[in-house]
């Protein structure tokens, strides 16, 4: 891209001005070769592209229940967690959805039972060693459950 004098014979593309002139045909070029892509998946696998609809389909209902005004009225913001629920647990299979759910509501509760019994140690080591063993506490907790992640995939 060279830049020349004042006369715009040599100037780049950039310092035409006219750069925003090719974004429309990029746009159109990128959106046709995703439609290429998602026709080659469905027809190598036509489950994988019904099953993005089912996740499309389940995230506008559990929205659609987030606007729903006497649901907001009780949970408010919060509501937004089931929305969240259904983009991490949905699954390709019914059986490996029910994994992924019951596996996540186990590790809520363990999470909340640890989050309590920490709460709890660093509140009996006073106003000042609290922090500390809020730190201790969760570096331990960290190391632990990585560790148990890397053995199980061994």
Not at 134 to 148: A, F, P, Q
């Amino acid at each position: 891209m060279e830049v020349g004098s004042g006369s715009g014979d040599k100037a780049g593309f950039f310092t035409r001005g006219r750069w925003w002139l090719a974004l429309p045909e990029k746009f159109r070029a990128n959106m046709v070769d995703m439609a290429r892509k998602i026709k080659k998946l469905g027809q190598d696998d036509p489950r994988r592209v019904i099953h993005s609809l089912k996740v499309g389909l389940a995230l506008t209902l559990v929205s659609i229940f987030y606007y729903y005004q006497p649901l907001y009225s009780s949970f408010g913001v919060t509501a937004m967690w089931a929305i969240m629920t259904v983009v991490v647990v949905f699954e390709f299979s019914v059986g490996a959805t029910l994994g992924k759910g019951l596996n996540r509501g186990m590790a809520t509760l363990l999470a909340g039972g640890l989050g309590v019994g920490a709460h709890y140690l660093a509140n009996l080591s006073g106003h000042i060693g609290e922090p500390n063993s809020t730190r201790v506490l969760c570096l331990s907790t960290g190391y632990n459950i990585d560790i148990l992640k890397i053995l199980s995939e061994n």
